[in-house]
Nanobody
Framework: QVQLVESGGGLVQPGGSLRLSCAAS????????MNWYRQAPGKERERVAT????????NYADSVKGRFTISRDNAKKTVYLQMNSLKPEDTAVYHC?????????WGKGTLVTVSS
């Protein structure tokens, strides 16, 4: 019943910006921390950002710190990832994730391609 649906990916030039959204349903969204992960072909899956259930605490991978911002709107049951100063190495499929009852739930992902 847990459902996570990402959107907002696309093609963007280096230095550009993109905002990803993840719409959640099927669980009490406001009580759970949320994560963004990404995976590029041939690379390990990487946790990009985490936000606490209330939105007051965030964590970022060193590779994106200062460029990406995670946020959430509990009323809309949506988590966002604002990506600025994008680099070609940011190219990946980005997935929304949460953990409930010691189980991981994933969206299908949205592709971000950073290229000139």
């Amino acid at each position: 019943q847990v459902q996570l649906v990402e959107s907002g990916g696309g093609l963007v030039q280096p230095g550009g910006s993109l905002r990803l959204s993840c719409a959640a349903s099927g669980f009490p969204f406001s009580l759970y921390a949320m994560n963004w992960y990404r995976q590029a072909p041939g690379k390990e899956r990487e946790r990009v950002a985490t936000i606490s259930y209330g939105g007051g605490s965030t964590n970022y991978a060193d590779s994106v710190k200062g460029r990406f911002t995670i946020s959430r709107d509990n009323a809309k049951k949506t988590v966002y990832l604002q990506m600025n100063s994008l680099k070609p190495e940011d190219t990946a499929v980005y997935h929304c994730n949460t953990q409930r009852s010691s189980m991981n739930y994933w969206g299908k992902g949205t592709l971000v391609t950073v290229s000139s």
